[in-house]
């Protein structure tokens, strides 16, 4: 029997824990979402600090998601994106096509922490409540000129590669970190997203394209799929979505 | 004749092509730093922004620093420096560890992003001059909770791993970016760095470890090495730095 993987990320949120998610789905790789099981079965919050608390066996981590698989103890969203995606056929054979998804993982972290920054510029220790004036100025220049160029960005990559997978002649673990960014995105800046994509119909398509896949579309019609909601990554906030 | 490495980044800044610079240079591996050519020999910034502004054959890249190598164009710090590291002896061997590696830069790239924003929480498009009262809350928050965090962690991971290498029974990449992220952190924050480091012995350790290796210790007395300065990630501000 397979050894499980097991992923520790917190249960009520899609966050980064979702993008590790939807390589394990894609992949059909057995594992479990452990802080969504039941406090009782070791589940819960919990399960989740005391790996950043240094409180198992193993490698420190900084923060979550954490991939457990065997002795392994890996954090850091792109980085388990990679190491996933060489092992279950969600990263190009070719060895500089396999560092150019892990490129692109990248450039999607810092888009995701940019639209994440929108709502906490002055850092995540305080409360959207406590700087709202700053998120504004922050969420105008995001929307007005980050969110177009890099949408533009990963339209050309696109259309570089021929239009169909970001890089290579498959779907690799890039191509389902960009849906799930295009996701979070349409959900937080509604009135933004349909501006700057109506420019990008390659990224959009694209969207659909991994929407469809079977095991994908079995996992976000599935109870496993956590919604978008305003505790994570990407929030609704309409005052910061500039129209 | 082996194929050179053409490295494109901006020529006065450390920045984040630094971090490629250190691993060519502790790999002993031939490479142009383009841009710090003179522009008559096609150097300058002009062949930097070619890059990003998609004026070239190959991958689109998103932002410098760019790695060139006969038909790869690569981007990402952490993903040129993983990409290298395999190839030259500065990534571990065996596959958990070659991602523990990757993992650390991500965290070090982290840290790195978070040292940039105490300057620009706003975001690059302004000017540090048009928000300066955002960098100062968001600076005073780095500097008291982020900063011993990080630093913290990193302590652990070191004494995790027996106390001279991050990772693996060799200097990587990892410890290459954590020296250069060390190095800026002491630049830009003297005063909190040293209060910080003061409770992680084993990190000061290591810093004079990666700097007394001899190809290291070549090039950071060479002309090659950029000074730190106030247009780059790594800023000297008196005002952000808490005492």
Known sequence: MPILYELYYWPDIPGRGEFVRLVLEEAGAPY???????????????AVVAFYAGRHEGHPVFAPPVLKHGDLVLAQTAAIC??????????????????????????????????????????????YEDQKPEAKRRAALFTSERLPRFLGYFERVLQHNGGDWLVGRAISHADLSLFQTLEGLAYAFPRAFARASADTPGLLAHRERVRTRPRLAAYLASERRPAF????IFRRYPELDAG
């Open 82 to 127: 990679d190491f996933l995606g060489r092992r279950h056929g969600l990263a190009p054979d070719d060895e500089a096509d396999a560092a150019h998804a892990l490129e692109l993982q990248l450039t999607l972290a810092d888009l995701v922490t940019e639209a994440h920054d929108t709502h906490h510029p002055l850092g995540a220790a305080l409360y």
């Open 229 to 232: 909601n305003e505790e994570g």
């Open 32 to 46: 479990v979402d452990v802080a969504r099981r039941p406090r009782g079965e070791g589940g819960g919050i919990d």
